[in-house]
C-alpha cells in the first residue's frame, strides 16, 4: 500500500469529496498535494465524525459518542439534528444518506433509539413517521448504504450486550415504514456478527467475533468471515483470518480493508493478510459498541470509488492507498 500523511492543524471531522478531505466541522479541503482551501465556516463545537452525500452537496456533522448533529448543505448549516441520550455514550451515532429519484434522505434515529427513520434533507419531513410503529429493541449504528442506494445495513447491538447485523431494502421500507421495526434479513448464525461491509449490491462480508449465544446450532466458526447473499439469504465460503480483524471495509470481491490497531489488506477467499502498516495507528474498534474512549477509535473515512482510506491523526491524516495488485 501507499501512504501520504497530509498535515492538518486544529482538525475535526473528515470525510472524503471526490479525491479530497474535508473537513466539515472545521470548515477546510484538505487536497492530497497538501494544499488548502477553506470551504466553509468552523462549528464551534466538539463534532468528532462526518458523513457526506452521494453527490457530495449535503453533510452530517455530530458527536460520535453524543447526540448532538447539524444538518449542512454546501457547508452551510440547514438545522440541527439529535437523537436519544440512552447509551449514547457507548455506541456510534447512527447516520447515513441514502438519494431515491432525486431526493435525499437522512437516515437516523431522531425519535427513539431503536427506530429508524427516513428524514427528507431539504423539508425536514421524517416521511417513515407514520402510526402503529412498533420497533424491535435494537440499537442501530454503523449504518451503510450499497452503491445504488437499494439496501441498507445496520451495524448495531441488543442487550445483553451482542453485536447484530440487520439489512433493510430502502424501497420498501419507504413504501411500509413498519419493515423498518424488524428486520426480514439477517445472517442468523448462532455466533455475532461483528462486522460488514457491502462487497456489491446484493452481497456483503460479514465476520464474526468470539461469542456465541447458539453453542448447540453455531452455523459459522468463531473469528471467521464469510460472504452473505441477500438475495438467497445463505453464507458461503468462510475462513478464518490470519490475524485479528475488526471494521471490515471490501475492496472488491477478493480484497478488503481491515483497520483493527492497523491498517491491513485481507485476502476474503484465504484469509491472508496481504498488505499491512503497522506504523499507523487505526483504533481498536471491533464492535459497534466502543465506550466513551475515543483516543482508541480514531475517524476513518472510506472512499468507495478510490478505495482509499483516510485515517486522522494529531493535526494529520494519514491517506493509504491499495496497490493496483488488489483493485
Not at 83 to 112: M, Q
Not at 237 to 252: D, H, Q, R
Not at 310 to 318: M, R
Amino acid at each position: 500500500m501507499e501512504r501520504k500523511t497530509i498535515t492538518a492543524g486544529f482538525l475535526k471531522t473528515i470525510c472524503w469529496l471526490n479525491d479530497a478531505i474535508v473537513d466539515w466541522a472545521g470548515g477546510v479541503l484538505y487536497s492530497l498535494d497538501g494544499k488548502k482551501k477553506q470551504l466553509g465556516q468552523y462549528y464551534a463545537f466538539n463534532f468528532d465524525d462526518s458523513i457526506v452525500s452521494s453527490d457530495g452537496q449535503y453533510t452530517f456533522i455530530n458527536q460520535k459518542l453524543g447526540t448532538k448533529g447539524l444538518l449542512l448543505k454546501r457547508g452551510e448549516l440547514m438545522r440541527e439534528i439529535n437523537r436519544s441520550h440512552y447509551c449514547a455514550n457507548a455506541y456510534e451515532y447512527p447516520a447515513a444518506f441514502v438519494t431515491i429519484k432525486g431526493t435525499t434522505y437522512l437516515i437516523h434515529c431522531p425519535l427513539a433509539y431503536n427506530r429508524l427513520d427516513f428524514e427528507n434533507v431539504e423539508t425536514g419531513e421524517l416521511v417513515t413517521d407514520i402510526s402503529d410503529r412498533n420497533p424491535s429493541d435494537v440499537f442501530h449504528s454503523r449504518l451503510e448504504i450499497n452503491t445504488t442506494n437499494t439496501f441498507l445495513i445496520s451495524k448495531g447491538w441488543v442487550w445483553h450486550p451482542l453485536n447484530v447485523v440487520e439489512v433493510f431494502n430502502v424501497i420498501d421500507c419507504i413504501k411500509n415504514p413498519l419493515l423498518l421495526d424488524n428486520s426480514t434479513l439477517t445472517p442468523n448464525m448462532g455466533v455475532e456478527v461483528c462486522t460488514a461491509s457491502f462487497v456489491d449490491d446484493s452481497k456483503i462480508l460479514i465476520g464474526t467475533s468470539d461469542e456465541t449465544f447458539d453453542e448447540d446450532n453455531p452455523n459459522l466458526p468463531l473469528r471467521h468471515i464469510a460472504i452473505w447473499d441477500i438475495g438467497s439469504n445463505e453464507v458461503a465460503s468462510p475462513v478464518k483470518v490470519k490475524g485479528e480483524f475488526g471494521n471490515l471495509y471490501s475492496i472488491n470481491d477478493k480484497f478488503a480493508w481491515d483497520t483493527f490497531k492497523f491498517p491491513k489488506i485481507i485476502n476474503i477467499k484465504t484469509g491472508e493478510i496481504m498488505d499491512e502498516d503497522e506504523s499507523v495507528f487505526s483504533g481498536e474498534q471491533n464492535s459497534s459498541i466502543i465506550g466513551n474512549d475515543t483516543l482508541k477509535f480514531p475517524q476513518i473515512a472510506f472512499n468507495r470509488q478510490t478505495k482509499q482510506l483516510a485515517i486522522k491523526g494529531q493535526e494529520k491524516i494519514e491517506i493509504l492507498t491499495p496497490s493496483k495488485l488488489f483493485l
